[in-house]
């Protein structure tokens, strides 16, 4: 039997998933749920050793002999801090420690009660890795709320444990914060709990993981999704039987010539009733297998519609080997370059048989009609004074220019949604990795210095920046340099009077603070700040003016910085 402490049987299922077969353990009340454990399980062999001084030790000892990592357990407060100078050692030594110690609640931390240290970083010089789980007793505080708890504490493990098992042999540090009581072992088996596997190919990537291999084999709907990536980086030459067998979803942040309209595909008012009603067709679109490529999605959509492929296998290509869960149910992270990465795996997909290809056949073909359609209703939408009329416009006179002669930049918040609906045969650039209003055009405006270098003699190619009032405003002072005047920057500015984002937040409306406090309304134009740094300003203010403002605003023929300000 085990403890009733759902974060510690997670956490055994896991260190058992993870082949940890070695634990030291010490005595105490706090850590009794853990120790009991470990205990219970017999593919771990417990050692008591009293004095955490010692305890470390002896399990660097184990450690030495058996070139594996090793468990560490502690009770709460001191005994933790007992630990360093064995951690320290170990660290030196390239030997993993597990540490895992026992914690009183986060509510009680600092309040004059037993044993309530700060034990989170505790051990931060010598530990490549410290999360502190969720608390999911039944009196935790944050049990009752309607929250992805056990999947965060499953992560937040699996994160622990992908470090610990590194080829470098890092030490870790696990901190479990328990309520009481403590002592009821009451649960007859672990939890399967979810296990994520880290995989660095050959150098090569010729050796690509047998597990990724086998489950894009035997999935029957596969997909890829691909989040921001840099142009400089990315090319997709080389994958195109990969491309033709997986449906692949991707923004403008990716480096295609073209977008994915699945946020309209999506859409429950749209093409298709929502995924939450009976027999809705949005879940015979949702993929058992997910290749994710790149960084952020804007999408929040997408987000939420992954995540309800609950048995999906997500595998990761990342460049750093972090757990980046977004979709909450990866299985494995292959470390190493994307496009490298993807050749190799469309080489090994043309010498596959699929075992479902006719499932997949159906499966592709029902998403590229969707997203077919899709596109055609937006392209027969028609065009109007609005923020998307203004966006369109401008797309479609870029068509007119070869890619290499311009580069558009979008702020985020409504901008970035626009350029994931219209853009179109070019990259496109946003400051996504944090998702803030600030430093988009101050970005554009660096990227377009970085044209002025005197070792290139091709022409200055032009610098959009498609913006929000709000993002424009925040960031005006980044048309406050001396660069400027000789900057081929062209400002799409799209001035509403607020911040639209917050017009689609539901409920919001409701608040009298809405406006004026949460939207930031306001009647401040750019003319003063053009005016100021030497800036040619256009104004639309009807559809006629915005026509000739964007033929204005994208003349490779002028130079100098331009603003064409839509006044909605």
Not at 117 to 144: E, H, I, N, R
Not at 233 to 253: K, P
Not at 336 to 352: C, H, P, R, V
Not at 486 to 504: C, E, K, T, V
Request: glycine share 6%; net charge negative; with cysteine.
């Amino acid at each position: 039997m085990f403890s009733n402490k759902p974060s510690v049987n997670i956490l055994t299922s896991l260190l058992v998933a993870h082949g940890v077969k070695h634990a030291v353990v010490c005595p105490g009340s706090r850590n009794a749920p853990i120790v009991h454990n470990l205990n219970e399980c017999p593919d771990i062999k417990c050692y008591p050793i009293t004095d955490e001084r010692s305890a470390g030790f002896f399990a660097l000892g184990i450690a030495q002999a058996t070139d594996e990592p090793v468990v560490v357990c502690v009770t709460s407060g001191t005994a933790l801090l007992n630990l360093a100078p064995a951690v320290a050692e170990a660290h030196y030594q390239h030997q993993s420690l597990i540490i895992v110690s026992a914690d009183r609640p986060a509510e009680w931390i600092d309040q004059l009660d037993g044993q309530t240290l700060q034990q989170p970083g505790a051990l931060a010089p010598w530990v490549k890795k410290t999360v502190t789980l969720p608390d999911l007793s039944p009196l935790s505080p944050l049990s009752s709320l309607l929250s992805p708890l056990p999947w965060h504490c499953n992560r937040l493990v699996n994160e622990a444990l992908i470090e610990a098992t590194d080829d470098t042999h890092p030490c870790v540090h696990i901190n479990v914060p328990l309520n009481e009581p403590l002592f009821d072992f009451t649960i007859e088996t672990l939890p399967e709990e979810r296990v994520i596997r880290r995989y660095a190919p050959a150098t090569d990537y010729s050796c690509l993981p047998q597990q990724l291999l086998d489950d894009l084999q035997n999935a029957k709907r596969p997909l890829i999704v691909f989040g921001q990536l840099s142009p400089h980086r990315f090319h997709y030459e080389g994958i195109d039987h990969l491309f033709s067998h997986i449906i692949v979803l991707h923004e403008a942040l990716a480096p295609f010539t073209s977008v994915s309209p699945f946020d309209d595909v999506l859409t429950p008012s749209s093409l298709l009733p929502p995924l939450s009603s009976l027999h809705s067709p949005l879940s015979s679109l949702l993929p058992d297998f997910i290749l994710y490529v790149g960084d952020a999605i804007v999408s929040k959509r997408l987000k939420h519609f992954l995540r309800e492929a609950k048995d999906a296998h997500t595998w990761r290509i990342s460049l750093t080997g972090e757990v980046e869960d977004t979709f909450q149910n990866l299985r494995g992270l292959v470390v190493g370059d994307a496009e490298a990465i993807l050749q190799a795996l469309s080489t090994k997909l043309s010498n596959m048989k699929p075992a479902h290809a006719v499932a997949k056949t159906k499966y592709r073909r029902r998403w590229l009609q969707l997203l077919s359609d899709a596109r055609q209703q937006l392209d027969n939408t028609p065009l109007t004074f609005s923020e998307e009329g203004a966006v369109r416009l401008l797309e479609e006179q870029l068509l007119h220019l070869p890619p290499s002669t311009f580069h558009l930049h979008y702020a985020n918040s409504t901008a970035i949604r626009l350029a994931n609906r219209y853009a179109k045969g070019h990259p496109v650039w946003c400051n996504r990795g944090t998702n803030g209003i600030e430093g988009s055009l101050s970005t554009a405006a660096g990227f377009a210095a970085a044209a002025l270098s005197p070792h290139t003699s091709h022409p200055l190619p032009l610098i959009f920046c498609v913006i929000g009032d709000l993002s424009f405003f925040y960031d005006q002072n980044a048309l406050w340099n001396t660069l400027l005047p000789r900057l081929n920057l062209r400002i799409l500015l799209l001035n509403n009077g607020h911040g639209a984002i917050f017009d689609h937040l539901q409920g919001l409306g409701q608040s009298a603070a809405h406006p004026a406090l949460v939207a930031g309304a306001h009647h401040t134009t750019a003319k003063g700040i053009c005016q100021q740094c030497g800036v040619s300003r256009q104004v639309a203010t009807d559809m006629e003016q915005l026509q000739k403002g964007i033929l204005w605003l994208a003349n490779a023929k002028t130079r100098g910085p331009r603003l064409l300000e839509v006044m909605l």
